[in-house]
């Protein structure tokens, strides 16, 4: 905290106070991945779109690659005191504060990006910001999607069944539901900090991550990883969340315009994913790297291997976990019929 105080004070005294008075509100947003991130991009076109709109009212800083916090519970923490305004957190970051809100990495939840969409747009979004708010937290401003699908990936040996995985060691964050996860499907579940992966592939400290593929090859670890098992386990749901109190400091028409803001953020962080992992799959076969395609009795025994999750889960939060669990399968479901119903209609 106290760098980023630091950091602060000599951007106001860099940048001058002209325009900090020329504003009404200034908003600093942090995400922790780099500017080649689909997170950087959208940011940009939340500050395009609110300073535009608000005629300069609303100023919007862009602060990537961890420049003013280093990792998920300083960068809550500093957006609950007010110092930073909105922060861009995956599950696991907003799990340090909220760890039942690990039921959206449950796995084999959600089928394909048409249904994640549905349901992370859907009610089941304000079902979880007003979940957040009741226990003082931030505001869940939207949800969007940082990296797409988990799958499995090592160093090894192409796996077709959880009994392939039986002795290897796969990194996992440091969540007891990904760990978990990891031991269901028979292999060793290992918690290595994300600036390390590289080099514990490299050193056979790890055999595999479960990570999308922009990240797989953004990151470089298909210089050792060289399979991967599209089993999707986890679709990598991302939350920007802003403070409250600067939420409720806005006007009405300002609160419009920052609304509609992340709203052309989100198509752009569900968008741009898509784009690069076509370029990434590419890169990742030219190094070598094979892919493979879980047929669906494939797929089955991963969900069935998976399965205890859920009573792992219900068992670890109680009847909170539980509501928020059946909010979710509903949100799921319904999800599913609008969309059943929208190609009905178009066959």
Same mark, same amino acid.
């Given at each position: 905290?106290?760098?980023?105080?630091?950091?602060?004070?000599?951007?106001?005294?860099?940048?001058?106070?002209?325009?900090?008075?020329? +504003?009404?509100?200034? *908003?600093? #947003?942090?995400? &922790?991945?780099?500017?080649? $991130?689909? =997170?950087?991009?959208?940011?940009? /076109?939340?500050?395009?779109?609110?300073?535009?709109?608000?005629?300069?009212?609303?100023?919007?800083?862009?602060?990537?690659?961890?420049?003013?916090?280093?990792?998920?519970?300083?960068?809550?923490?500093?957006?609950?005191?007010?110092?930073?305004?909105?922060?861009?957190?995956?599950?696991?970051?907003?799990?340090? +504060?909220?760890?039942? *809100?690990? #039921?959206?990495? &449950?796995?084999?939840?959600? $089928?394909? =990006?048409?249904?994640?969409?549905? /349901?992370?747009?859907?009610?089941?979004?304000?079902?979880?910001?007003?979940?957040?708010?009741?226990?003082?937290?931030?505001?869940?401003?939207?949800?969007?999607?940082?990296?797409?699908?988990?799958?499995?990936?090592?160093?090894?040996?192409?796996?077709?069944?959880?009994?392939?995985?039986?002795?290897?060691?796969?990194?996992?964050?440091?969540?007891?539901?990904?760990?978990?996860?990891?031991?269901?499907?028979?292999?060793?579940?290992?918690?290595?900090?994300?600036?390390?992966?590289?080099?514990?592939?490299?050193?056979?400290?790890?055999?595999?991550?479960?990570?999308?593929?922009?990240?797989?090859?953004?990151?470089?670890?298909?210089?050792?990883?060289?399979?991967?098992?599209?089993?999707?386990?986890?679709?990598?749901?991302?939350?920007?969340?802003?403070?409250?109190?600067?939420?409720?400091?806005?006007?009405?028409?300002?609160?419009?315009?920052?609304?509609?803001?992340?709203?052309?953020?989100?198509?752009?962080?569900?968008?741009?994913?898509?784009?690069?992992?076509?370029?990434?799959?590419?890169?990742?076969?030219?190094?070598?790297?094979?892919?493979?395609?879980?047929?669906?009795?494939?797929?089955?025994?991963?969900?069935?291997?998976?399965?205890?999750?859920?009573?792992?889960?219900?068992?670890?939060?109680?009847?909170?976990?539980?509501?928020?669990?059946?909010?979710?399968?509903?949100?799921?479901?319904?999800?599913?019929?609008?969309?059943?119903?929208?190609?009905?209609?178009?066959?």
């Amino acid at each position: 905290m106290k760098r980023l105080l630091v950091i602060l004070i000599a951007c106001f005294f860099v940048f001058g106070v002209t325009s900090v008075y020329a +504003a009404d509100h200034t *908003l600093r #947003v942090v995400h &922790l991945s780099n500017t080649n $991130d689909e =997170d950087y991009d959208g940011a940009l /076109v939340f500050k395009d779109y609110v300073e535009a709109r608000s005629n300069g009212k609303v100023v919007v800083e862009v602060y990537p690659g961890a420049q003013l916090c280093g990792n998920a519970a300083e960068c809550y923490e500093a957006t609950q005191s007010n110092i930073i305004q909105i922060h861009q957190m995956t599950i696991g970051g907003i799990s340090v +504060a909220f760890p039942e *809100l690990q #039921v959206l990495d &449950l796995p084999y939840m959600m $089928d394909n =990006d048409a249904v994640a969409e549905e /349901v992370l747009t859907g009610p089941f979004l304000n079902t979880l910001r007003q979940h957040v708010l009741k226990k003082g937290g931030p505001r869940i401003m939207t949800m969007t999607n940082t990296g797409g699908w988990r799958n499995i990936a090592n160093t090894k040996k192409q796996i077709q069944s959880p009994a392939d995985m039986n002795g290897l060691r796969i990194r996992t964050i440091n969540s007891p539901l990904q760990q978990t996860l990891v031991k269901n499907l028979g292999a060793s579940a290992t918690p290595v900090a994300w600036p390390e992966v590289y080099t514990s592939l490299a050193t056979g400290v790890i055999d595999g991550s479960k990570n999308g593929i922009t990240d797989i090859v953004g990151m470089k670890f298909h210089e050792h990883i060289k399979y991967i098992t599209l089993d999707g386990h986890a679709y990598m749901a991302s939350l920007w969340i802003m403070s409250e109190d600067t939420y409720q400091a806005l006007d009405d028409e300002q609160k419009r315009i920052v609304n509609d803001g992340f709203s052309s953020l989100r198509q752009v962080c569900f968008a741009f994913p898509k784009r690069r992992a076509i370029e990434a799959y590419e890169e990742f076969k030219k190094a070598g790297g094979a892919i493979y395609v879980p047929t669906a009795e494939e797929k089955d025994a991963f969900r069935e291997a998976a399965a205890p999750l859920k009573q792992w889960y219900t068992d670890k939060y109680g009847a909170e976990g539980a509501e928020l669990l059946k909010a979710y399968e509903a949100a799921i479901a319904e999800a599913e019929a609008k969309l059943a119903e929208e190609l009905k209609a178009n066959m």
